[in-house]
């Protein structure tokens, strides 16, 4: 199984920003849809972000304006731009690629170690 390696992550204050990054290994990532998720503590995971094979991307509405999705087909990478940091926004970062139902549903049946992202007030 393919397991996304995430960077990026660390401490910041609020109103700063972060870049994150995904390094997905194997075939076939040019042609799915890529994701970024993020899990606090005793919440569930959600989904944050999602890029197209084709560019389109769409985002939960606590951080549109905010964060920004891209990929790099390339590379095998996909990035998170986090700009203007809240401390709502501290979490585990975690990235996957599949289907746009996988991405949906978060129904993976690996993930990676995910990056910590702290935002102190």
């Known amino acids: 199984q393919v397991v996304p390696v995430e960077s990026g992550g660390g401490l910041v204050q609020a109103g700063g920003s972060l870049r994150l990054s995904c390094a997905v290994s194997?075939?076939?990532?040019?042609?799915?849809?890529a994701g970024w998720y993020r899990q606090a503590p005793g919440k569930q995971r959600e989904l944050v972000a999602t890029?197209?094979?084709?560019?389109?991307?769409t985002y939960a509405g606590s951080v549109k304006g905010r964060f920004t999705i891209s990929r790099d087909n390339a590379k095998n990478t996909v990035y998170l731009q986090m700009n203007s940091l809240k401390p709502e926004d501290t979490a585990v970062y975690y990235c996957?690629?599949?289907?746009?139902?996988?991405?949906?549903?978060?129904?993976?049946?690996?993930w990676g170690q995910g990056t910590q992202v702290t935002v102190s007030s």
């Open positions: 996957n690629q599949g289907p746009i139902r996988t991405i949906l549903r978060g129904d993976f049946g690996s």
């Open positions: 194997g075939r076939g990532f040019s042609a799915n849809v």
């Open positions: 890029i197209t094979s084709g560019g389109p991307t």
